[in-house]
């Protein structure tokens, strides 16, 4: 199953909006950062690890990653997907990108119709 940002966003706001602290999910999404790093550091043998699942601990822990941020974004009203594709078309002319995320996802939507 797929699931959309919207979808998430409504999701997490109507899961956090009876008592989701700001703070509290910015504090849950520092840990689940420093999660990702330990686990990008053993992936790097900068750490041990004994016959671990570091591909789906890497997957699992983005995930909480994702899961913060958005819910954070989600209980201040802000619309991540227009974030995300607004943002994108700024880098996209900074760092002189070919393609911005909206004529990227444009043209793959495009050729899923002509396919």
């Not at 706001?13 to 689940?32: A, C, P, T």
């Not at 983005?62 to 989600?74: E, F, G, R, S």
């Not at 209980?75 to 760092?95: F, H, V």
């Not at 909206?102 to 899923?112: S, T, V």
């Amino acid at each position: 199953m797929k699931v959309t940002i919207d979808e998430l966003e409504a999701y997490l706001l109507d899961h956090y909006s009876h008592g989701g602290i700001d703070q509290s999910l910015f504090m849950k999404l520092v840990e689940e950062i420093g999660e990702v790093a330990e686990v990008l550091n053993k992936k790097a043998g900068r750490k041990a690890s004994c016959n671990e699942d570091l591909q789906g601990q890497l997957g699992d822990e983005l995930a909480d990653v994702v899961h913060y941020a958005i819910a954070i974004a989600a209980l201040n009203g802000i619309d991540m997907t227009e974030r995300i594709i607004e943002k994108d078309k700024r880098a996209s002319i900074k760092y002189g990108h070919r393609v911005n995320l909206e004529q990227f996802l444009l043209k793959r939507r495009e050729n899923r119709l002509d396919g």
